[in-house]
């Protein structure tokens, strides 16, 4: 029964559907204070003849706080 979801959806989908879930049964005050959206962070890194060129880190977060 553990993957049962496995026939019908993809694991994002599942993770998608529980975090909604999940949101919609806070109660008002505490929905309020809870993001929707998850942070993302990672690191591109440029290669050019098999040499790593430049690194540059993102991250959503700090992204939205500039703005």
């Known amino acids: 029964m553990a993957f ?7 694991y994002s ?3 998608s559907i529980c975090s909604q ?3 919609q049964a806070l109660k008002p005050e505490i929905k309020n204070e809870v993001k929707t959206h ?3 962070e990672f690191l591109y890194t440029r290669w050019k003849n098999g040499a ?3 690194t540059e ?3 959503s977060a700090k992204s ?3 703005e």
């Open 13 to 15: 989908k599942y993770a």
């Open 21 to 23: 879930t999940v949101r």
């Open 38 to 40: 998850g942070d993302a």
């Open 52 to 54: 790593q060129e430049k």
């Open 4 to 10: 049962a979801w496995k026939k019908n959806f993809s």
């Open 64 to 66: 939205a706080d500039k």
């Open 57 to 59: 880190s993102y991250n």
